[in-house]
């Protein structure tokens, strides 16, 4: 089966390594090129400069109606609008918010894997978020685990012609109940701490 591999965007912060030179085609949410744009013009020490990083790295395809960018390694970042394309489900889940922005790139994956039928991976380090890829049937990994298997197969016209205006809907038996997804992972992470503002995200630097 075809796998499209997505990533926890605050590793992206941490370990810049790991997207700059990611060999294949990876998935992500565009809040996260918006919220990397504002850090690379803000002063917030080594968040600050891992945007830039990320930045200076990734060579925008400019004959692409996507925002779609080239690694160092010839693999292919995805920037998707979690705002439209996300699965809509009919129940509130305890775990799964579709006002939260994290959440909605978990929902957008869902959508574009039953598009696309393709098989997610999904690299994380948050307990919280493994949870939630468990309850949505992702496969995951952590940093200690991460390595990469298959081969480039998404082509920019894949996502240009997916159908945003009437998404489906998944009904309970199609995820998990979070009462059967573990509980117990031992995961040592620092998060980026943030705060929102009435009009713009203020960053902290990593702590």
């Known amino acids: 089966?075809?796998?499209?591999?997505?990533?926890?965007?605050?590793?992206?912060?941490?370990?810049?390594?790991?997207?700059?030179?990611?060999?294949?085609?990876?998935?992500?949410?565009?809040?996260?090129?918006?919220?990397?744009?504002?850090?690379?013009?803000?002063?917030?020490?080594?968040a600050t400069e891992s945007a830039n990083t990320i930045i200076n790295s990734l060579n925008q395809w400019e004959d692409s109606d996507l925002l779609l960018f080239k690694t160092n390694s010839e693999g292919r970042v995805y920037?998707?609008?979690?705002?439209?394309?996300?699965?809509?489900?009919?129940?509130?889940?305890?775990?799964?918010?579709?006002?939260?922005?994290?959440?909605?790139?978990?929902?957008?994956?869902?959508?574009?894997s039953n598009i696309l039928e393709a098989k997610i991976v999904f690299l994380a380090s948050s307990p919280e978020i493994l949870k939630k890829c468990r309850i949505l049937n992702f496969d995951t990994l952590t940093l200690a685990e991460f390595t990469l298997n298959g081969e480039s197969w998404l082509q920019p016209e894949m996502l240009i012609n997916v159908e945003t205006s009437n998404p489906d809907i998944v009904s309970e038996p199609d995820i998990l109940d979070a009462s059967e997804t573990e509980t117990t992972v031992q995961i040592q992470w620092q998060d980026i701490r943030v705060s929102q503002g009435t009009s713009n995200i203020e960053w902290l630097d990593i702590r």
């Open 1 to 46: 089966m075809k796998i499209l591999y997505s990533i926890e965007p605050d590793i992206c912060i941490i370990n810049t390594d790991i997207l700059i030179n990611f060999p294949l085609d990876i998935v992500l949410p565009q809040y996260f090129l918006t919220q990397i744009n504002h850090l690379s013009n803000s002063d917030l020490g080594n």
């Open 79 to 112: 920037f998707i609008d979690e705002s439209i394309n996300y699965l809509k489900v009919e129940n509130q889940y305890q775990y799964i918010d579709n006002t939260n922005l994290l959440d909605r790139y978990l929902l957008s994956l869902l959508y574009l």
